[in-house]
């Protein structure tokens, strides 16, 4: 069968160490790194007059808005399926913002393609010379995607993922490279894993967290039951800017909060402002905000556009030793805990 878009790509469980091999259906793991990117599946024709294919992890076709790629693509041979990370580098480094940029500026798409050249970091292969390779198990799989980049002796934008079976090295990477901007963490894989689409099976997500402080803004709920904490920071000239607003808290977490709350005045920075009720979302929150005086301890991974986290933060404590002078002010640096 010869797999035609849109595809589920497959998906990892979300895991706070590094699984042991021992641990792993079939006994063993490949590891990779995991970049900040957008997932993407990289379809390329079968026949003559079909279309080079982006497709992103929702469905989305974005061949049109990374012409670059498409004309990349002339490099790899008919009938490739690739699964991999879809990423845009600015000034040296991977930047998010600037992939964001990219990815919803359509008109300006050939202009930006020059600007802010696209990369496919490839860390998988669903099917090869029009054979489908899901049931193939990973080791197998990666083979075949290591024969595709040395046989065709690819280049950049065509980037072959790191891959090892070492835990030492994955534990390097998780520690060292997240130090990287457009490094999160690493996805340990099982060897013998087929590929499912769709399914979280035998793929486990590792960030690397960090905690740090920010100035608690506003709450979701009520002042007597806080669900979510909505978080921020000083910025420059002392205005309080969102940062992240946290995962929902659990009974005796939100009863610690709620004794510390007051509501805020009519003069509150954030008063009249929409909350986005999660990245890339047009639903929004109802916030009840808060005199922006407690301090919240918070986990967090490394995944920040512009000062701003991605992905929703963890509250670990109060800090009523601290101020809001204390805290970082908008878009420092958090306090790495490995």
Same mark, same amino acid.
């Given at each position: 069968?010869?797999?035609r878009?849109?595809?589920?790509?497959?998906?990892?469980?979300?895991?706070?160490?590094?699984?042991?091999?021992?641990?792993?259906?079939?006994?063993?793991?490949?590891?990779?790194?995991?970049?900040?990117?957008?997932?993407?599946?990289?379809?390329?024709?079968?026949?003559?007059?079909?279309?080079?294919?982006?497709?992103?992890?929702?469905?989305?076709?974005? #061949?049109?808005?990374?012409?670059?790629?498409?004309?990349?693509?002339?490099?790899?041979?008919?009938?490739l399926?690739?699964?991999?990370?879809?990423?845009?580098?600015?000034?040296?480094?991977?930047?998010?913002?600037?992939?964001?940029?990219?990815?919803?500026?359509?008109?300006?798409?050939?202009?930006?393609?020059?600007?802010?050249?696209?990369?496919?970091?490839?860390?998988?292969?669903?099917?090869?010379?029009?054979?489908?390779?899901?049931?193939e198990?990973?080791?197998?799989?990666?083979?075949?995607?290591?024969?595709?980049?040395?046989?065709?002796?690819?280049?950049?934008?065509?980037?072959?993922?790191?891959?090892?079976?070492?835990?030492?090295?994955?534990?390097?990477?998780?520690?060292?490279?997240?130090?990287?901007?457009?490094?999160?963490?690493?996805?340990?894989?099982?060897?013998?894993?087929?590929?499912?689409?769709? =399914?979280?099976?035998?793929?486990?997500?590792?960030?690397?967290?960090?905690?740090?402080?920010?100035?608690?803004?506003?709450?979701?709920?009520?002042?007597?039951?806080p #669900?979510?904490?909505?978080?921020?920071?000083?910025?420059?000239?002392?205005?309080?800017?969102?940062?992240g607003?946290?995962?929902?808290?659990?009974?005796?977490?939100s009863?610690?909060?709620?004794? #510390?709350?007051?509501?805020?005045?009519?003069?509150?920075?954030?008063?009249? =402002?929409?909350?986005?009720?999660?990245?890339?979302?047009?639903?929004?929150?109802?916030?009840?905000?808060?005199?922006?005086?407690?301090?919240?301890?918070?986990?967090?991974?490394?995944? #920040?556009?512009?000062?701003?986290?991605?992905?929703?933060?963890?509250?670990?404590?109060?800090?009523?030793?601290?101020?809001?002078?204390?805290?970082?002010t908008?878009?420092?640096m958090?306090?790495?805990?490995?």
């Open positions: 069968m010869v797999l878009p849109p595809v589920e790509p497959m998906l990892a469980q979300a895991r706070e160490t590094i699984p042991l091999p021992g641990a792993m259906p079939g006994g063993g793991m490949l590891i990779d790194p995991k970049f900040d990117g957008f997932r993407c599946l990289l379809f390329t024709p079968v026949e003559d007059g079909q279309p080079v294919v982006l497709q992103t992890r929702r469905g989305a076709m974005y #061949q049109a808005r990374f012409p670059d790629l498409v004309a990349a693509a002339a490099q790899l041979p008919r009938g399926v690739l699964d991999g990370e879809l990423a845009v580098l600015e000034e040296g480094q991977l930047s998010f913002t600037a992939l964001q940029r990219r990815a919803t500026a359509v008109r300006q798409a050939r202009v930006l393609a020059a600007e802010l050249p696209a990369h496919f970091i490839a860390f998988d292969i669903l099917q090869a010379d029009g054979r489908e390779l899901l049931d198990p990973l080791w197998r799989r990666r083979e075949v995607l290591e024969a595709l980049f040395a046989d065709h002796r690819l280049t950049p934008p065509w980037t072959l993922c790191p891959s090892t079976t070492d835990l030492a090295v994955a534990q390097e990477w998780l520690t060292e490279w997240t130090d990287v901007p457009g490094v999160e963490g690493v996805v340990v894989k099982s060897r013998a894993g087929r590929y499912r689409p769709g =399914v979280r099976g035998s793929w486990y997500k590792v960030r690397r967290r960090a905690t740090t402080e920010a100035i608690i803004g506003g709450v979701t709920g009520s002042l007597r039951h #669900q979510v904490l909505l978080l921020g920071r000083l910025d420059a000239i002392g205005r309080l800017r969102l940062v607003k946290t995962v929902p808290l659990k009974p005796t977490p009863a610690e909060v709620a004794d #510390q709350l007051t509501g805020a005045d009519t003069d509150h920075p954030w008063t009249g =402002v929409r909350f986005s009720a999660r990245w890339g979302s047009r639903d929004h929150l109802i916030p009840v905000l808060v005199e922006p005086r407690c301090i919240a301890e918070i986990s967090g991974d490394t995944a #920040q556009d512009a000062g701003v986290w991605r992905h929703p933060v963890r509250y670990v404590r109060l800090r009523q030793d601290m101020t809001a002078a204390d805290v970082p908008f878009g420092g958090q306090r790495h805990t490995g």
